[in-house]
């Protein structure tokens, strides 16, 4: 093994012990070729559990977001959704038009909309749209139910048809039922890990699960703009859309960019997971079950990470767990700039 990976190796290792995980993965794409293929620990915190191996699925709870986004690009792309900019009050009649407000298309796929939900369901403002950033999840809920009236066709059936189906891929879907394939998810070290599946298919729910192969093939698909083996099974526009800056312009330069819910690289910024010597035009997405997937196009690379413990780095240091995203990335970069 290359001894540049064996230091990625150690590190995804180290963390999963301080995070109390019980599985973990990762995988590296380069060049189209799988370099390194790392599998670890066993499927629950239970005695006894199925060793995790390449078949193993993983809950990759927000990292869904960006299946979520490449449906929304397909929408623009085909003229369903006119343009990023038009106002969300066009599109969502059962909102408050005064508290949608100049909401646009773009704030709510780049986290920018100033929208939340309380506990009681109610969605109220937080700031004006386009004036700060903050992730929430109503954004996603919202921009998932529209693609279903758009298409009349789910997320997950949209994707399906249209890419799964093409590619082979029979590792990712939203699982409602259990099977010995999938990892569970450790909510408290103290307790049994437990399944984390969704009442409904749909796509509206965190119940996405993905092998770790079948992640880092997704991120070679929008590595290669859409291209897999001389086919264009997705149109070049349509990865572009969903991979580039879409925000809007910050007054805080420190405020993170988006595509369509990717996390973009364009000038450092602190409150970025992407880290500073990950080179501009680079991007992820992440999850709080720990999956991460990261796409550095100047190094024609793709990174899958795993793991299955509900909120990562909280336990080494809870203020600080920007700095251990952010140095996942920037290990991955220091290898491939040498």
């Known amino acids: 093994m290359d001894i540049r990976y064996q230091k990625l190796i150690s590190w995804v290792e180290d963390i999963k012990e301080l995070n109390h995980c019980s599985a973990s993965a990762l995988l590296i794409l380069k060049d189209d070729e799988m370099v390194l293929e790392h599998y670890s620990g066993s499927h629950s915190?239970?005695?006894?559990?199925?060793?995790?191996?390449?078949?193993?699925?993983?809950?990759?709870?927000?990292?869904?977001?960006?299946?979520?986004?490449l449906a929304v690009a397909y929408a623009i792309h085909e003229g369903k959704i006119k343009s990023l900019d038009d106002y969300a009050v066009n599109y969502f009649e059962e909102f408050d038009k005064e508290l949608l407000g100049r909401t646009t298309i773009r704030n709510l796929i780049t986290h920018s909309h100033g929208l939340n939900e309380d506990e009681y369901g109610m969605v109220y403002r937080e700031f004006d749209p386009g004036q700060g950033w903050a992730y929430r999840g109503i954004n996603v809920l919202m921009m998932t139910q529209l693609i279903k009236q758009l298409y009349n066709q789910s997320i997950p059936e949209l994707l399906h048809e249209r890419i799964f189906l093409p590619l082979g891929y029979k590792e990712t879907a939203w699982q409602t039922k259990e099977n010995e394939n999938l990892v569970k998810v450790i909510v408290?070290?103290?307790?049994?890990?437990?399944?984390?599946?969704?009442?409904?298919?749909?796509?509206?729910?965190?119940?996405?699960?993905?092998?770790?192969?079948?992640?880092?093939?997704?991120?070679?698909?929008?590595?290669?703009?859409?291209?897999?083996?001389?086919?264009?099974?997705?149109?070049?526009?349509?990865?572009?859309?969903?991979?580039?800056?879409?925000?809007?312009?910050?007054?805080?330069?420190?405020?993170?960019?988006?595509?369509?819910?990717?996390?973009?690289?364009?000038?450092?910024s602190l409150k970025s997971e992407i880290g500073d010597r990950v080179p501009k035009g680079a991007f992820q997405i992440i999850g709080v079950t720990g999956p991460t997937l990261l796409v550095i196009p100047e190094y024609n690379v793709v990174v899958a990470k795993m793991y299955n413990k509900r909120y990562n780095y909280e336990g080494i240091d809870g203020k600080n767990y920007l700095y251990y995203l952010r140095e996942f990335s920037n290990l991955v970069a220091d290898i491939f700039s040498e």
């Open 45 to 69: 915190n239970r005695e006894g559990s199925l060793p995790i191996t390449q078949f193993s699925q993983f809950n990759v709870a927000s990292a869904r977001k960006s299946y979520l986004g």
């Open 188 to 268: 408290n070290p103290n307790e049994e890990a437990t399944s984390k599946l969704g009442n409904s298919n749909d796509g509206t729910e965190s119940n996405l699960y993905v092998s770790a192969r079948e992640f880092a093939h997704w991120g070679n698909l929008h590595l290669r703009k859409g291209n897999i083996n001389g086919e264009q099974v997705v149109p070049k526009e349509v990865i572009e859309i969903a991979t580039q800056v879409q925000s809007p312009t910050y007054k805080n330069e420190e405020t993170p960019l988006n595509g369509a819910f990717w996390f973009v690289q364009g000038t450092p």
